[in-house]
């Protein structure tokens, strides 16, 4: 045997060595939760409201042992992981399989491979998001460093819609009726709906930080259907990474995060001791908007309680268009040995092009449930997706 074959053999094991295996269980069921001084029954994961937070290490493996004991079938998608050559485990019912249905259990086998920072979890059936729901934090690998100062700590803050009422119900009579679904009753950072929604019971959450110390926030915007702003009075936020890939690095007071996205940002706590308000409010420039709430948070420094203002919350306006387009604008690729490099091919070597139209239409509506005759559809290559009415042929 060739030397150099040894030598290779060699350093694959030992790379193969450096990744980890995690085993994680998760028990999806019913329970109560109150809030707006109103308790909703939410299917969760493991009793708990966001669900448990996956860590582990850049490439590593992941085991999730899923038990249905609610009421219907669902799915989890790892939203962002690639899953190269293991696509039978990304998730989306009737995509890659078939719901889990109540009283089972299925295994997920998640294999990370350039993955790095800020991922999350979800249920992939109706809205079964809205409340399964979790973090996938991807630690750099043990050999590799941050491409920016090491943070002396880091916080998960999960955005979330809150509604009052069964979320299952709530798109299953906007699916029948043909309209979109209403809007959020309120939002949530965390699982705390904070002190601007009048209930005196509904708690507010609190992230505690050690004068000058850096924090790297890890955000995830898991509202159903809104896009949101995220401050915290008076300190700047340095935006490093989005959907678990670094980006060059670049200093804002607010970010705008879309449903689905991550974003990872460094907040270095140098003001003054005492309390600040971490806010967010949806974006929406539509015609339909959602309510214009403003759902707070605490940055805390030590043992220093006293100095909050809302009056001086910098949160751009819900239609401020640019706003939005400034903070997007920004956003960059940047060229780290912790990056997978990008090659783009040369315009000559593209023999194909292929168009994708992605579009809102209408159909008809003619059940007695209908409140018009026309309902809202949504189509790629006016190919409509259904569960019961396979595409003709692959987008
Ligand atoms: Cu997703």
Not at 172 to 199: K, M, Q, S
Request: hydrophobic share 40%; net charge negative.
């Amino acid at each position: 045997m060739a030397s150099w074959f040894v030598g290779v053999l060699f350093l694959s094991t030992l790379l193969l060595c450096s990744a980890d295996v995690h085993h994680y269980e998760f028990f999806v069921r019913e329970s109560n939760f109150t809030k707006l001084c109103n308790t909703t029954t939410l299917l969760v994961v493991n009793d708990s409201y966001p669900g448990p937070e996956i860590r582990v290490h850049k490439g590593d493996t992941v085991f999730v042992n899923v038990h249905n004991q609610g009421n219907y079938g669902f799915t989890i998608h790892w939203h962002g992981v690639k899953q190269p050559r293991n696509p039978w485990f990304d998730g989306p019912e009737f995509i890659t399989q078939c719901p889990i249905q109540p009283g089972t259990n299925f295994t997920y086998e998640i294999i990370l491979s350039d993955e790095i920072g800020t991922l999350w979890w979800h249920a992939h059936s109706d809205w079964t998001r809205g409340s399964v729901h979790g973090a996938f934090i991807i630690l750099p690998a043990e050999n590799e460093t941050y491409p920016f100062p090491t943070p002396y700590a880091d916080q998960t803050i999960i955005l979330e819609s809150w509604y009052n009422g069964d979320y299952k119900q709530i798109i299953d009579d906007a699916l029948a009726a043909g309209v979109a679904p209403r809007t959020a009753d309120a939002y949530a950072i965390n699982g705390h709906l904070g002190d601007t929604y009048g209930c005196p019971n509904d708690t507010i959450f609190l992230m505690e930080v050690h004068s000058e110390n850096i924090y790297l926030l890890r955000i995830i915007n898991a509202a159903m259907n809104e896009e949101q702003f995220f401050t915290i009075t008076n300190h700047t936020l340095i935006v490093v990474a989005q959907d678990a890939s670094y980006v060059r690095m670049f200093t804002t007071d607010y970010i705008m995060i879309s449903p689905g996205q991550t974003m990872d940002v460094l907040v270095i706590a140098d003001q003054n001791v005492g309390q600040y308000y971490m806010a967010i409010r949806p974006f929406s420039d539509s015609a339909a908007p959602p309510n214009d709430f403003i759902t707070t948070g605490v940055f805390q420094y030590t043992n220093n309680e006293g100095g909050l203002n809302a009056s001086l919350i910098p949160l751009p306006a819900m239609n401020d268009t640019d706003a939005m387009l400034n903070f997007i604008s920004q956003i960059r690729y940047t060229n780290v040995s912790q990056n997978p490099t990008i090659s783009v091919p040369a315009d000559t070597d593209i023999n194909r092009r292929v168009y994708i139209t992605i579009a809102t239409n209408t159909l008809p509506c003619n059940t007695s449930e209908c409140v018009s005759d026309t309902r809202f559809a949504a189509s790629l290559n006016n190919e409509q997706y259904h569960w019961c009415f396979h595409p003709r042929f692959s987008v």
